[in-house]
């Protein structure tokens, strides 16, 4: 086998199924601004993208969606929208883990919050195992696809870049992996990753 020693993956998308669309019509559904509104608050400052940052907390996020986009349920209620941003896992991933297992140590790094980083691991626990590990971008105060997220996990992993595979469906975080020297692969599904991690004889063909 290579030598290699991680996997590093992404969770969204990548390994659990995300319902952004359906966030965004519950969300929008009890607040006065629009679907595309809500879309452009939340990319902006204050936002879920400085929620994953940890900028924000994810009591501060709730008074922003209701100073901003006039959001009218409770935090209770935004916590149950927003732990329903997940459709379960990307088909065929938990058999392409198990095979990785055999070889490689693995880990996830996830652009994430409190809610999320606290929901994934315990309601989709049959995909991971004790050993495994976990970099939530919230609590490190940086998020993908900044190059320093990606130092701050081959630091936690023990790593150097080179003994690092790094899987993700965005082009943007694959491109900043292999920037920082690691092997990188975009996710468009599990079996054409095992396809290219068999021809470049990082995963053993199935015979």
């Known amino acids: 086998m290579p030598w290699h020693n991680w996997f590093l993956f992404d969770l969204g998308n990548t390994v659990v199924k995300l319902a952004y669309e359906r966030v965004l019509h519950r969300l929008s559904s009890d607040a006065s601004a629009s679907r595309e509104?809500?879309?452009?608050?939340?990319?902006?400052?204050?936002?879920?993208?400085?929620?994953?940052?940890?900028?924000?907390?994810?009591?501060?996020?709730?008074?922003?969606?209701?100073?901003?986009?006039?959001?009218?349920?409770?935090?209770?209620?935004?916590?149950?929208?927003?732990?329903?941003?997940?459709d379960g896992p990307v088909e065929g991933i938990e058999d392409?883990?198990?095979?990785?297992?055999?070889?490689?140590?693995?880990?996830?790094?996830?652009?994430?919050?409190?809610?999320?980083?606290?929901?994934?691991?315990?309601?989709?626990?049959?995909l991971f195992r004790r050993e495994d590990r976990f970099?939530?971008?919230h609590l490190h105060r940086c998020a993908k696809p900044d190059r320093?997220?990606?130092?701050?996990?081959?630091?936690?992993?023990?790593?150097?870049?080179?003994?690092?595979?790094?899987?993700?469906?965005?082009?943007?975080?694959?491109?900043?992996?292999?920037?920082?020297?690691?092997?990188a692969y975009q996710f468009h599904g599990t079996r054409q990753l095992a396809e290219e991690l068999e021809r470049d004889r990082i995963l053993v063909a199935r015979t």
């Open 37 to 86: 509104e809500l879309m452009r608050i939340m990319e902006g400052g204050g936002g879920y993208r400085d929620l994953e940052r940890g900028n924000v907390s994810f009591g501060e996020f709730y008074q922003f969606l209701r100073d901003r986009a006039g959001y009218r349920g409770s935090l209770a209620s935004l916590r149950e929208i927003w732990t329903d941003f997940f």
């Open 148 to 183: 320093l997220i990606f130092e701050r996990a081959l630091q936690i992993l023990g790593a150097l870049p080179n003994r690092v595979v790094f899987v993700d469906d965005l082009v943007e975080n694959v491109t900043t992996a292999r920037d920082v020297g690691m092997l």
């Open 96 to 126: 392409l883990l198990e095979r990785i297992r055999l070889d490689y140590r693995v880990a996830f790094l996830s652009n994430s919050n409190e809610i999320h980083a606290e929901y994934i691991p315990r309601h989709y626990a049959s």
């Open 135 to 137: 970099i939530f971008s």
